[in-house]
């Protein structure tokens, strides 16, 4: 087991007006996660999410395929 803390960072394209995640990328290779905080707080709960499934995630969010 890893004793890996979480590096957490918000996109270069966050405006900065509050709302936005961080995600901690570093954790994918040692334990096949994304996790995914509220950048608002930073001390409150993260989601681990499957590496694979926030891959496939950010693949719709760049085609656009979440737009009404």
Do not use: H
Request: with cysteine; aromatic share 8%; net charge neutral.
């Amino acid at each position: 087991m890893t004793t890996e803390s979480p590096r957490w960072f918000k996109s270069s394209y966050s405006d900065n007006g509050g709302a936005c995640i961080e995600v901690a990328a570093n954790l994918v290779a040692s334990r096949g996660v994304v996790p995914v905080r509220d950048s608002k707080d930073p001390q409150g709960p993260a989601l681990s999410v499957d590496a694979t499934v926030f891959a496939s995630f950010v693949e719709g969010v760049k085609t656009g395929a979440f737009r009404g």
